[in-house]
């Protein structure tokens, strides 16, 4: 078609008489047959086309009927003696539900009745004890339950605590007592060192190139210095091992060279047999001599045997002492023992009123449920970074604040200006201000703690606050200062993973509503102001 | 292939299959992490050490088990009910909607540990087992400060003090107190309880401070545990002594601090079959609710003093107890026929406990005492001042420590060494067992002296191993006819040992014959065997002890005589401490 239309118009076939006129012809052709027929099949509806043969089909409950009325042979047979039972297959629900009810009801029912006869609110737990089930508990699903730990739940001091110890048990506690001590300090002192964030020196190599070119120097020398040594010593070996190749083929040329006789070969069998009988006797020597000092030999076996016996008894009994007295390795942390809670001497005055106690007992506690492994042990998380990390956390510094007339140390935001306030962080290098421009302000009162604030210009509270990703190598995010009664500014702390706390006792990484807690005086303001 | 590598789909085996990390554990579960510690404390589900940790050495696991038995809690729907319930509190906070806030928060869904309680400790005695944690943490919280910080609210630590007094009375109240020790942490007692024995300890009477490396949240979960466990324990012991258990007290002792001394009234008083009155009080004090917490506060600055403990145990009508222990009569008649005074500066609440565990009658100086300074019959004031100002005669000044020893020792020691204003003898540790030490201080010997001599108009002196010449008391009580008796049963000991040797040489003797007699033929045999016999028919008494010790070890199973091995080095160690410690104390003595 396409080839006629594109083809000129001027022969024959463009006249209109030579025009194919056959799919007309086709179509009544087939209309025609149709209407013969009774109609076009695609435009019947398919109702009047098919329909549903129904006549075989069964219903699946009919199905099953049906599949039940089937007797087996077995059964048949079993049916015909009247003294066989039927055994139903399932059990009806109906009955055992209705028991069930009834039971509880009863129960309550009993409770009730002991709560009467108490007239309170409690009732005792173990009070069928003695009479329906002594030892087993339909209640309790669980057959075991133990303790994961020897170790008792409060362990009495040794008597070097007492309040008023001997002299000898006391010193036993004391040397216990340095002893922990001084494991801390050789710890820290045979560890490595940690690696400074800053280095003094000049900084004048500014540009990269002059940095590889020292570099360059640097490794050029030192390699130029390995190497010389190492010619040195690599010739002198060459040299050796050249004169020995040349001496050994030297050898073998000769070898080679020289011809075997039948007399030699004759002399070498012979020596060969010499030897093989040797090697005999000698083994058979051997034999004898071992079967004569067959009990030195069980002597020796009992005794290795007995040694490894006994190691093995070693280990085990070391093993059963550091359990009492180490707990399971839990967690990513060591558990770490509290200190010896010991007076010392010149604390010693053996009167009650005077004694210097304890203050730290719910350590004590913690540290126990540590020790027993019923908690995993974890470092003071506060102090990290990688905590709590969808969240926006806030530097607080534990010691003395600016101006405070008191000697306890307090939990305060870090004073001054925001860089110094950071620099306990070790450098500024990690840290970078987002802008310049103040983002709030916050006013506060100088309290009776610090009354001579004014006198300062820069007294500032600096509040930062740091955001983390989770997913990156370095953390960024934002830092904020309070600058006394003014201004609120943005930073971000990346990676701060060395501190230095020089003037404060601690600090810490909170989060929002840990800082509410700290401060519930200003939690109106803070609420307002900080984002979470 | 890998080591380990394993087809898809099929089953883990081993330590993989039993055990999953923590992580895992909150996935499986759905919960976050602090509900999950809060429901492993209150379920007693513990993190486990696999043999072969499989996901690495820093992880947490967890028993698959105990994960699905967690699984199963209905606490664990109860708990996340209550989440959403505090998001709808917060929705109506976020909308300003605080009239809806405040209804919500006054229907809140609240949980019971009652069940899980039930479930933990099937049994009385199981309870009891575990009572030395719970015991020691409430006593804590009885003392420590309440602070918004930490979310301990000051109903939490009066409850605390409440059950810890309960507990305390009930001791007194049936003489179970046995051991005493004053240390530097706090003071510990022990108790004995339908044959458990109870250690717990208790803070001395300073402030307790909160340290920063200890996470409260989880101690205070524990302690909501703890609190039930022991008001239901409470509950039984009170019943026990057909006392009606939310004791009822007398509201002016409350005031005053002594709601020891109020408790052990009112067991007296319920005990002796009265009909306890003092309903009114309670229902006042409910009416006042709501002023209580300002007073709570006030109040609970005056319970960081000592406060007071029950003192009139004396006027107990005789107890209908049948069974009760030699031990326990023992305790009860210790300062049966002493009165008690004490100063203000003694720690009131211990000694307010433990003089009426001991049968003792105690007051102090303060309202609501049971009787004045100037009574007569007064026997002991109990002083810890350099020297006391206005003294009677009538009565002895002794330093509080002379009670903690007489507990321990069990007999009224001398109060010379404990007089006002002397340095007392040292305080020894009742828990330390000094003849499996095997080294026993000085005054312990001495007091083990006064003890046999108390006993001495019955049972005969026991021998005492090593004698100070020095030692007065030992001349004093009868240390000539120990020495005599020891003596004698040395020589008896001789005689013994000589009369064995003549019977093993007899014996040798008998059998050498005997050798002789059968073995005729050879003639190189007799010789050596003589010479054998004649090494082996002389045996010290050294080489027959030892083969007599042997003797058992060789009938031993192997595991037995594996764990005897083991006893021997660890009294081989604890022989070397000893001569240790001894080594120091000459060396001390030498220095001064």
Same mark, same amino acid.
């Given at each position: 078609?396409?080839?006629?239309?594109?083809?000129?118009?001027?022969?024959?076939?463009?006249?209109?008489?030579?025009?194919?006129?056959?799919?007309?012809?086709?179509?009544?052709?087939?209309?025609?047959?149709?209407?013969?027929?009774?109609?076009?099949?695609? +435009?019947?509806?398919?109702?009047?086309?098919?329909?549903?043969?129904?006549?075989?089909?069964?219903?699946?409950?009919?199905?099953?009927?049906?599949?039940?009325?089937?007797?087996?042979?077995?059964?048949?047979?079993?049916?015909?003696?009247?003294?066989?039972?039927?055994?139903?297959?399932?059990?009806?629900?109906?009955?055992?539900?209705?028991?069930?009810?009834?039971?509880?009801?009863?129960?309550?029912?009993?409770?009730? =009745?002991?709560?009467?006869?108490?007239?309170?609110?409690?009732?005792?737990?173990?009070?069928?004890?003695?009479?329906?089930?002594?030892?087993?508990?339909?209640?309790?699903?669980?057959?075991?339950?133990?303790?994961?730990?020897?170790?008792?739940?409060?362990?009495?001091?040794?008597?070097?605590?007492?309040?008023?110890?001997?002299?000898?048990?006391?010193?036993?506690?004391?040397?216990?007592?340095?002893?922990?001590?001084?494991?801390?300090?050789?710890?820290?002192?045979?560890?490595?060192?940690?690696?400074?964030?800053?280095?003094?020196?000049?900084?004048?190599?500014?540009?990269?190139?002059?940095?590889?070119?020292?570099?360059?120097?640097?490794?050029?020398?030192?390699?130029?210095?390995?190497?010389?040594?190492?010619?040195?010593?690599?010739?002198?070996?060459?040299?050796?091992?050249?004169?020995?190749?040349?001496?050994?083929?030297?050898?073998?040329?000769?070898?080679?060279?020289?011809?075997?006789?039948?007399?030699?070969?004759?002399?070498?069998?012979?020596?060969?047999?010499?030897?093989?009988?040797?090697?005999?006797?000698?083994?058979?020597?051997?034999?004898?001599?071992?079967?004569?000092?067959?009990?030195?030999?069980?002597?020796?076996?009992?005794?290795?045997?007995?040694?490894?016996?006994?190691?093995?008894?070693?280990?085990?009994?070391?093993?059963?002492?550091?359990?009492?007295?180490?707990?399971?390795?839990?967690?990513?942390?060591?558990?770490?023992?509290?200190?010896?809670?010991?007076?010392?001497?010149?604390?010693?005055?053996?009167?009650?009123?005077?004694?210097?106690?304890?203050?730290?007992?719910?350590?004590?506690?913690?540290?126990?449920?540590?020790?027993?492994?019923?908690?995993?042990?974890?470092?003071?998380?506060?102090?990290?970074?990688?905590?709590?990390?969808?969240?926006?956390?806030?530097?607080?510094?534990?010691?003395?604040?600016?101006?405070?007339?008191?000697?306890?140390?307090?939990?305060?935001?870090?004073?001054?200006?925001?860089?110094?306030?950071?620099?306990?962080?070790?450098?500024?290098?990690?840290?970078?201000?987002?802008?310049?421009?103040?983002?709030?302000?916050?006013?506060?009162?100088?309290?009776?703690?610090?009354?001579?604030?004014?006198?300062?210009?820069?007294?500032?509270?600096?509040?930062?606050?740091?955001?983390?990703?989770?997913?990156?190598?370095?953390?960024?995010?934002?830092?904020?200062?309070?600058?006394?009664?003014?201004?609120?500014?943005?930073?971000?702390?990346? +990676?701060?993973?060395?501190?230095?706390?020089?003037?404060?006792?601690?600090?810490?990484?909170?989060?929002?509503?840990?800082?509410?807690?700290?401060?519930?005086?200003?939690?109106?303001?803070?609420?307002?102001?900080?984002?979470? | 292939?890998?080591?380990?590598?394993?087809?898809?789909?099929?089953?883990?085996?081993?330590?993989?299959?039993?055990?999953?990390?923590?992580?895992?554990?909150?996935?499986?579960?759905?919960?976050?992490?602090?509900?999950?510690?809060?429901?492993?404390?209150?379920?007693?589900?513990?993190?486990?050490?696999?043999?072969?940790?499989?996901?690495?050495?820093?992880?947490?696991?967890?028993?698959?088990?105990?994960?699905?038995?967690? =699984?199963?809690?209905?606490?664990?729907?109860?708990?996340?009910?209550?989440?959403?319930?505090?998001?709808?509190?917060?929705?109506?906070?976020?909308?300003?909607?605080?009239?809806?806030?405040?209804?919500?928060?006054?229907?809140?869904?609240?949980?019971?540990?009652?069940?899980?309680?039930?479930?933990?400790?099937?049994?009385?005695?199981?309870?009891?087992?575990?009572?030395?944690?719970?015991?020691?943490?409430?006593?804590?919280?009885?003392?420590?400060?309440?602070?918004?910080?930490?979310?301990?609210?000051?109903?939490?630590?009066?409850?605390?003090?409440?059950?810890?007094?309960?507990?305390?009375?009930?001791?007194?109240?049936?003489?179970?107190?046995?051991?005493?020790?004053?240390?530097?942490?706090?003071?510990?007692?022990?108790?004995?309880?339908?044959?458990?024995?109870?250690?717990?300890?208790?803070?001395?009477?300073? =402030?307790?401070?909160?340290?920063?490396?200890?996470?409260?949240?989880?101690?205070?979960?524990?302690?909501?545990?703890?609190?039930?466990?022991?008001?239901?324990?409470?509950?039984?012991?009170?019943?026990?002594?057909?006392?009606?258990?939310?004791?009822?007290?007398?509201?002016?002792?409350?005031?005053?601090?002594?709601?020891?001394?109020?408790?052990?009234?009112?067991?007296?008083?319920?005990?002796?079959?009265?009909?306890?009155?003092?309903?009114?009080? +309670?229902?006042?004090?409910?009416?006042?609710?709501?002023?209580?917490?300002?007073?709570?506060?006030?109040?609970?600055?005056?319970?960081?003093?000592?406060?007071?403990?029950?003192?009139?145990?004396?006027?107990?009508?005789?107890?209908?107890?049948?069974?009760?222990?030699?031990?326990?009569?023992?305790?009860?008649?210790?300062?049966?026929?002493?009165?008690?005074?004490?100063?203000?500066?003694?720690?009131?609440?211990?000694?307010?406990?433990?003089?009426?565990?001991?049968?003792?009658?105690?007051?102090?100086?303060?309202?609501?005492?049971?009787?004045?300074?100037?009574?007569?019959?007064?026997?002991?004031?109990?002083?810890?001042?350099?020297? +006391?100002?206005?003294?009677?005669?009538?009565?002895?000044?002794?330093?509080?420590?002379?009670?903690?020893?007489?507990?321990?020792?069990?007999?009224?020691?001398?109060?010379?060494?404990?007089?006002?204003?002397?340095?007392?003898?040292?305080?020894?540790?009742?828990?330390?067992?000094?003849?499996?030490?095997?080294?026993?201080?000085?005054?312990?010997?001495?007091?083990?002296?006064?003890?046999?001599?108390?006993?001495?108009?019955?049972?005969?002196?026991?021998?005492?191993?090593?004698?100070?010449?020095?030692?007065?008391?030992?001349?004093?009580?009868?240390?000539?006819?120990?020495?005599?008796?020891?003596?004698?049963?040395?020589?008896?000991?001789?005689?013994?040992?000589?009369?064995?040797?003549?019977?093993?040489?007899?014996?040798?003797?008998?059998?050498?014959?005997?050798?002789?007699?059968?073995?005729?033929?050879?003639?190189?045999?007799?010789?050596?065997?003589?010479?054998?016999?004649?090494?082996?028919?002389?045996?010290?008494?050294?080489?027959?002890?030892?083969?007599?010790?042997?003797?058992?070890?060789?009938?031993?199973?192997?595991?037995?005589?594996?764990?005897?091995?083991?006893?021997?080095?660890?009294?081989?160690?604890?022989?070397?401490?000893?001569?240790?410690?001894?080594?120091?104390?000459?060396?001390?003595?030498?220095?001064?």
């Amino acid at each position: 078609m396409g080839n006629r239309s594109k083809s000129s118009r001027k022969g024959k076939k463009a006249w209109r008489a030579n025009i194919s006129t056959e799919d007309i012809e086709d179509f009544f052709e087939k209309s025609t047959k149709d209407a013969l027929s009774g109609g076009n099949l695609s +435009a019947a509806p398919s109702e009047d086309l098919f329909h549903v043969d129904k006549s075989h089909d069964i219903p699946v409950k009919w199905k099953i009927e049906k599949h039940r009325e089937k007797v087996l042979r077995c059964d048949s047979v079993l049916k015909k003696n009247p003294f066989v039972q039927v055994v139903s297959s399932s059990k009806p629900k109906s009955k055992i539900s209705k028991k069930n009810t009834n039971v509880v009801e009863s129960k309550t029912l009993k409770q009730a =009745q002991k709560n009467v006869d108490d007239g309170s609110v409690m009732t005792d737990l173990w009070g069928d004890d003695d009479d329906d089930n002594n030892g087993e508990h339909e209640k309790n699903p669980r057959k075991i339950w133990k303790m994961t730990s020897t170790i008792p739940a409060v362990e009495v001091d040794p008597a070097g605590c007492s309040y008023n110890p001997t002299a000898e048990s006391h010193e036993d506690m004391l040397a216990e007592a340095v002893a922990q001590e001084m494991q801390k300090v050789y710890k820290a002192e045979l560890g490595p060192e940690p690696v400074p964030l800053t280095i003094d020196g000049e900084a004048n190599i500014e540009d990269e190139a002059g940095l590889l070119s020292v570099c360059n120097r640097i490794i050029n020398g030192k390699s130029a210095y390995f190497l010389g040594v190492d010619n040195g010593s690599e010739g002198e070996e060459e040299a050796d091992a050249e004169n020995e190749s040349s001496e050994a083929g030297n050898k073998k040329l000769a070898r080679t060279t020289k011809r075997v006789t039948r007399v030699v070969l004759n002399k070498r069998s012979r020596q060969k047999a010499l030897r093989k009988m040797e090697t005999k006797e000698k083994l058979k020597e051997k034999l004898s001599k071992e079967i004569d000092s067959l009990p030195k030999i069980l002597k020796e076996i009992a005794k290795d045997d007995k040694e490894k016996q006994n190691k093995l008894i070693r280990k085990k009994i070391a093993k059963e002492e550091v359990l009492k007295i180490r707990p399971p390795r839990l967690g990513k942390h060591k558990y770490e023992a509290p200190p010896v809670q010991v007076l010392l001497t010149e604390e010693m005055t053996g009167s009650l009123r005077k004694l210097k106690a304890c203050c730290t007992l719910a350590r004590d506690r913690f540290k126990s449920l540590e020790k027993r492994g019923i908690l995993v042990p974890s470092k003071n998380i506060r102090r990290s970074l990688y905590r709590a990390l969808d969240k926006k956390k806030y530097l607080l510094i534990l010691g003395k604040p600016f101006g405070a007339t008191s000697d306890k140390p307090i939990c305060h935001f870090p004073e001054k200006c925001a860089e110094s306030a950071l620099k306990f962080l070790g450098d500024l290098t990690h840290i970078y201000f987002v802008g310049n421009a103040p983002m709030a302000h916050m006013a506060i009162q100088p309290t009776e703690e610090t009354p001579d604030l004014p006198s300062y210009k820069v007294n500032n509270i600096a509040l930062i606050e740091t955001k983390k990703e989770k997913c990156s190598n370095y953390s960024y995010g934002y830092t904020i200062f309070f600058i006394f009664c003014r201004f609120l500014f943005r930073c971000s702390v990346v +990676a701060a993973s060395k501190y230095k706390i020089s003037n404060y006792e601690d600090f810490m990484w909170v989060t929002k509503d840990e800082l509410l807690a700290f401060f519930p005086e200003h939690a109106e303001f803070f609420n307002n102001t900080i984002v979470s | 292939m890998p080591k380990h590598y394993r087809p898809a789909g099929k089953k883990k085996e081993g330590n993989a299959a039993r055990y999953m990390t923590r992580s895992q554990a909150l996935k499986s579960l759905q919960v976050n992490l602090n509900l999950f510690r809060r429901l492993c404390i209150v379920k007693g589900i513990f993190p486990r050490e696999p043999k072969k940790k499989v996901k690495g050495n820093h992880h947490t696991y967890y028993h698959v088990k105990d994960i699905s038995f967690l =699984q199963h809690e209905p606490l664990l729907e109860k708990f996340r009910e209550i989440k959403t319930y505090q998001k709808k509190v917060q929705k109506a906070k976020a909308k300003k909607n605080e009239e809806l806030a405040r209804l919500l928060l006054t229907r809140q869904p609240t949980y019971k540990l009652d069940r899980l309680i039930r479930e933990r400790y099937p049994t009385f005695i199981d309870a009891l087992r575990d009572l030395d944690d719970c015991l020691t943490m409430v006593h804590l919280f009885a003392v420590l400060p309440a602070s918004d910080r930490e979310n301990l609210e000051v109903k939490r630590v009066h409850n605390c003090r409440r059950l810890s007094h309960e507990w305390q009375a009930y001791i007194s109240r049936t003489h179970a107190l046995r051991k005493v020790f004053v240390s530097v942490k706090g003071i510990y007692y022990q108790a004995e309880l339908e044959g458990q024995k109870i250690t717990w300890l208790t803070p001395h009477a300073i =402030q307790q401070v909160f340290t920063n490396d200890v996470d409260f949240g989880v101690l205070l979960t524990f302690l909501e545990f703890y609190e039930t466990l022991l008001a239901f324990t409470n509950f039984k012991l009170y019943h026990s002594l057909n006392v009606k258990y939310p004791p009822i007290l007398d509201s002016r002792l409350e005031a005053l601090a002594a709601d020891l001394y109020a408790l052990s009234r009112y067991i007296d008083a319920s005990s002796r079959g009265m009909t306890v009155e003092p309903k009114v009080d +309670a229902s006042s004090s409910s009416q006042s609710n709501d002023r209580a917490e300002s007073e709570l506060r006030l109040a609970q600055l005056q319970h960081q003093l000592p406060s007071s403990e029950p003192g009139a145990l004396m006027h107990l009508v005789a107890d209908k107890e049948v069974e009760e222990h030699e031990e326990t009569r023992a305790c009860k008649s210790l300062f049966k026929d002493l009165k008690f005074f004490l100063s203000r500066e003694v720690p009131r609440e211990s000694l307010l406990f433990v003089l009426p565990a001991f049968g003792g009658t105690v007051s102090w100086e303060g309202e609501g005492a049971p009787f004045k300074e100037d009574d007569e019959s007064i026997t002991h004031h109990i002083i810890d001042k350099p020297s +006391a100002g206005h003294m009677y005669l009538s009565r002895e000044y002794v330093q509080p420590q002379w009670i903690y020893d007489c507990v321990n020792a069990r007999i009224i020691l001398p109060t010379e060494k404990y007089l006002v204003g002397r340095i007392p003898p040292p305080h020894l540790s009742p828990f330390v067992d000094n003849e499996a030490e095997g080294y026993v201080p000085d005054y312990a010997e001495t007091i083990k002296r006064l003890q046999a001599a108390a006993r001495n108009d019955v049972l005969p002196f026991p021998g005492v191993g090593k004698e100070d010449l020095e030692d007065p008391q030992n001349l004093l009580y009868a240390g000539v006819m120990s020495r005599t008796e020891e003596a004698k049963a040395a020589e008896n000991k001789k005689t013994m040992a000589e009369r064995e040797k003549q019977y093993h040489e007899e014996l040798k003797k008998e059998l050498k014959k005997e050798v002789t007699g059968s073995v005729v033929d050879d003639v190189a045999a007799p010789v050596v065997e003589e010479g054998e016999g004649e090494e082996s028919s002389v045996p010290d008494a050294a080489q027959i002890a030892q083969d007599t010790a042997d003797m058992p070890t060789l009938m031993m199973s192997r595991k037995k005589r594996k764990l005897y091995d083991a006893m021997k080095i660890g009294q081989k160690k604890k022989s070397e401490s000893v001569e240790r410690i001894k080594q120091r104390k000459k060396n001390l003595k030498a220095d001064q």
